[in-house]
């Protein structure tokens, strides 16, 4: 009796192990919060890259960014507002954010938000 008690025991923490092995194995090789296909968030492409068309700088220090499909759904969110391109910096948490016309901070918090992330500060830049 204590012999199936210990190997059901084993078992369950066999099968632990490796439910925890497949997890971290998918969180190196694809980030944290990939899709359930295991295929990367990928960039929305901007037409406009030049940032001297782009009179308005803002800087977003964002929380909650842990891997690179994390900056990519908060730089695709920015970037889907129209007029804005916006490079995201994971190492920082950071958001730089050009517009062709001033977006009210309120805005750029709110679409953030959106993607899943939180703004805690909003730095203007000339």
Known sequence: MVL???????LVLIVI???GIRSYRKKLTSGCCSPSDDTAVKKTKIKDKNISHYPYHKVL???GMTCENCANRVE???NQL???YARVDLSSESADVYMKQDIDES??????N???YRVYQVINNP
């Open 82 to 84: 129209g007029n804005v």
């Open 107 to 112: 805005r750029l918090r709110e679409t953030v």
């Open 76 to 78: 695709n969110s920015l």
């Open 61 to 63: 220090k964002v929380d």
């Open 4 to 10: 199936m008690a210990t190997a059901l025991i084993c």
């Open 114 to 116: 959106n993607a899943g």
């Open 17 to 19: 192990a490796v439910f």
